[in-house]
């Protein structure tokens, strides 16, 4: 056994002669461990631990309520908008994010196209409709300007010449079928539900403005067939009717 007070450690004869008392120093054992533990710092009590407790968790919550107040006067003094300077994204990523903004955006490029196509055939339908109806207009009021010729020197039969002859009749075909022509667009246009008075005024002759009233005077029919049916007993009727009146 090692001497408590002068760490000396007997040996074995030491020990069975004198068990208690140190041979060295002349201790005893017993007296010398007591004068130690009597002369050691106490151990802290539970009252003891329980008031740094406490007074750790006073320091945490003070801390933590002075990074909130903290926070707080650094969210007030901010400024209301956020400037990006730069976006990091990986490569493989940002990829991904076009392709996905590439699909979502193909359906809309699709329905803007279909929308584009149908505006752009409508009017052009309408603006070639139009051309072609005041063209129509334009040359039957040519002919029918022209139909009434100058009163020319009587000529025998047997003095006309024949090329003068033919000339004339071409003339008066041609007339009849600008005429007959304007006649199917006029009515036409009656089927298609155009105001009577935007047609008006695409004539200057009381000839052109006769036919649009009588084509305005007809039934309007739905069906295409039966349009199409009237739409030429219309324009032979007038054909008929100018080249009764020319000869």
């Not at 008006?200 to 009233?213: F, G």
Request: with cysteine; charged share 25%; hydrophobic share 40%.
């Amino acid at each position: 056994m090692e001497c408590p007070k002068c760490k000396y450690e007997p040996t074995m004869a030491e020990h069975t002669a004198s068990p208690d008392i140190c041979p060295k120093c002349g201790v005893v054992y017993a007296k010398a461990q007591a004068r130690q533990e009597s002369s050691a710092p106490p151990a802290p009590s539970k009252v003891s631990a329980a008031i740094a407790g406490a007074k750790a968790g006073v320091a945490e919550s003070r801390a933590q309520r002075e990074e909130r107040e903290w926070q707080a006067k650094l969210s007030a003094s901010a400024p209301d908008c956020v400037v990006v300077t730069g976006v990091q994204i990986p490569f493989l990523s940002l990829i991904w994010l076009m392709t996905k903004i590439i699909l979502a955006a193909l359906p809309a490029l699709i329905l803007a196209g279909l929308i584009v196509v149908a505006i752009t055939s409508v009017v052009g339908g309408a603006i070639s409709g139009y051309s072609s109806y005041t063209e129509r207009a334009e040359r039957a009021e040519g002919f029918t300007s022209s139909q009434a010729p100058a009163a020319a020197p009587a000529v025998s039969e047997d003095e006309a010449p024949p090329a003068v002859e033919s000339r004339s009749r071409e003339e008066v075909m041609e007339t009849c079928k600008s005429i007959a022509s304007f006649a199917e667009t006029a009515i036409e246009s009656h089927h298609r539900g155009m105001p009577l008075s935007s047609v008006l005024e695409l004539t200057d002759s009381q000839l052109l403005s006769d036919i649009v009233m009588d084509a305005y005077s007809k039934p309007r029919y739905s069906t295409a067939e039966v349009q199409d049916r009237a739409r030429a007993e219309f324009r032979d009727k007038y054909y008929l009717e100018c080249m009764r009146a020319s000869r």
